[in-house]
């Protein structure tokens, strides 16, 4: 199942590496930006189910490694879909499928003042709407405070919500968004990305939104496999074709 | 195994069928119960009704009771439960049918489950018993051989960094004995682990055969 692939003159090698697995390497060669590996005096042990890439370059060789499965945890700066699950005074608690709750302060996602007094909280977001927002702060010690002041954020009011593995939402998006645009242009959809792992899908009709959920859902079951991105472009077309969309290739 | 659970793991020891599930980490539910610099960990073991001959009563026994403390106290060491805090993680562990050995089968199994929940831990944890029968040490006593035996002792280790995380010695062995029953041991779960490890990497060499 090793095949290159990627960008310049590099082979890589891919395997799954397990908890306990000791990569021996020094420190510097291995990248792991997802905190995989516990570094412990001179050994650097795996410490979830992830996928290991070798990568042969130059003098040496490079570890990279990506979780496989994972609850999300929430990081400042995220972007993720949210649903309002409590209300209090002025803020809502937003589930956000971590292990810990979101807050959305009134004046944050209006960008005003707010008293409770004068007007009520629900008037603007109630119990199981969604939302998308930022994380504005977090460190583990208090729950994440989520703010909408930004570019597109805020209250969701059409499409169609999907839930996947939280460590697949790399996979989704792409190297350079080139499987999320490539997903985008092909279904006539428009995508949000969570990375919490939700998923807004903005369709025209009801058969290209159904297409875009099984490739997504796909994405998310073959994700370690190499040569995803032509995979699913096949699997489109397929299902175009299929469903009379299209008559031949290539649109 | 399961779909609802985040990992989920199914072990046979001979007629010994254990299946574990694991939740988390998720939200503390008594709040007062959360800690503030890592996970609680909270384990559950249960013996089904008719995983014996005669059935046993649903009820939790001071027996299920202390094996709960005992499975997740031999877990406790692998997991980085300081990596979330103020959350729990429910291992949940469900004996089918007991034919001795079932504490030792629940730990592999729950260790399994714990890492294909994606939750971080140092090295799995696998499990096995050792037994004196009629002088003689054997290894993975089942209820017979626990029953009529002279000694039980099950232990579970991490092997990947040799160490120990649960050692129980039911019965009388000498030092000698007891030396020789450790070796013999550590040689049994070296073997569980290589198929723990097997059987995780086959869960996605599976869905990578599909494909092709």
Known sequence: MAKSEGSTQTITKRSIALPGDIIQAPPDNIIDVHNCVLKEKDLNI???????????????????????????????????????????????????NAPYDGVLNASDYLGRPFSPTTENIRKYLDIGDVIVAKIAQFDRTRNPVLTTQDKDLGKVVEGSLIEIEPSKVARVIGKRHSMISMLEEMTQCKIIVGNNGRIILKCNDTEHEYIAVLAIKKIERESHMPGLTERIRSFIIEEKIKRGLIKHEGE | MLKNADGSAYVEFGNTKVIAAVYGPREVVPRHEELTDRAIIRCRYRMLSFSTSDRKSPAPSRREIELSKVIREALEPAILSHYYPRTAIDVFVEVLNADGGTRTAGITAAALAVADAGIPMVDLVAAVAVGKIDGVLVLDVNELEDMFGEADMPLAAMPGLNKITMLQLNGVLTPQEFKQALTLAMKGIKQIYELQKEALRRTYVEIGEQIV
């Open chain 1, 46 to 96: 795996v410490t979830v189910v992830s996928l290991l890439d070798i990568e042969e370059v130059g003098e040496g060789s490079r570890y990279k490694l990506i979780p496989l499965k994972g609850r999300y945890i929430p990081k400042e700066g995220d972007v993720v879909v949210g649903i309002v699950k409590d209300v209090t005074l002025s803020s809502w608690i937003v589930d956000i």
